[in-house]
């Protein structure tokens, strides 16, 4: 069974930055491709960012665009999410998600808590 751990997650101020790390185990990581989704206060999960079974590609939300970057190591079984120029809008629960998809929504991890402060 896929297991994701997200980490990383905490209070920083407008423009500050985090890098969020998520830990896969319990199947072969590199058949995956491994997303990022992001559920605010009241609203529905969306979708942040996505990265290639080698990594060599990768999709955005537009509105992290230029400012987060996702990244995988295939050897640790790890993912990550730098994320720059954080505004109060990006507070939200961040989830580590892995599937077949682009957007992919076949497991997901319990999440981490993201807060920016204005």
């Known amino acids: 069974q896929v297991h994701l751990v997200e980490s990383g997650g905490g209070l920083v101020q407008t423009g500050g930055s985090l890098r969020l790390s998520c830990a896969f185990s319990g199947g072969t990581f590199n058949v995956y491709r491994i997303g990022w989704f992001r559920q605010a206060p009241g609203k529905e999960r969306s979708f942040v960012a996505t990265?290639?079974?080698?990594?060599?590609?990768?999709l955005y939300a537009d509105s992290v665009k230029g400012r987060f970057t996702i990244s995988r190591d295939n050897a640790l079984n790890r993912v990550y999410l730098q994320m720059n120029s954080l505004h109060p809008e990006d507070t939200a629960v961040y989830h580590c998600?892995?599937?077949?998809?682009?957007?992919?929504?076949?497991?997901w991890g319990q999440g981490t808590q993201v807060t920016v402060s204005s």
């Open positions: 990265v290639s079974r080698t990594g060599d590609s990768t």
């Open positions: 998600t892995a599937g077949n998809s682009w957007y992919p929504d076949d497991y």
